[in-house]
Nanobody, 119 residues
Framework: QVHLVESGGGLAETGGSLRLSCAAS????????MGWFRQAPGQEREFIAA????????SYADSVKGRFTISSDDAKATVSLQMNALTPEDTAVYYC????????????WGQGTQVTVSS
């Protein structure tokens, strides 16, 4: 089993920044694509960003393009999400996810970390 642990959530003001991190197993990290999702109260879980295995390619939801940046560190087996220009609409629980090579869906999920943006 792949265990994912998120950290870095908290409270920010409108226009502020936060950085989220997700730690995975060093043994399996090179076989995984990694992603970030979020879920606001009463809403469906939303795709935010993803990075392919070995960091070869990145993708972003339109709602966060130009504001959020995903990055990976193979040596530390971590993926990060830098969030800038935050607004109250970014308030949600943020989840780290992992996908195995050849999988058609996301296979593993972290417990989530709360991000709250005040106005």
């Amino acid at each position: 089993q792949v265990h994912l642990v998120e950290s870095g959530g908290g409270l920010a003001e409108t226009g502020g920044s936060l950085r989220l991190s997700c730690a995975a197993s060093r043994r399996t990290f090179s076989y995984l694509a990694m992603g970030w999702f979020r879920q606001a109260p009463g809403q469906e879980r939303e795709f935010i960003a993803a990075v392919a295995r070995m960091g070869a390619a990145k993708s972003y939801a339109d709602s966060v393009k130009g504001r959020f940046t995903i990055s990976s560190d193979d040596a530390k087996a971590t993926v990060s999400l830098q969030m800038n220009a935050l607004t109250p609409e970014d308030t949600a629980v943020y989840y780290c996810a992992a996908k195995r090579l050849g999988s058609s869906s996301w296979d593993f999920w972290g417990q989530g970390t709360q991000v709250t943006v005040s106005s």
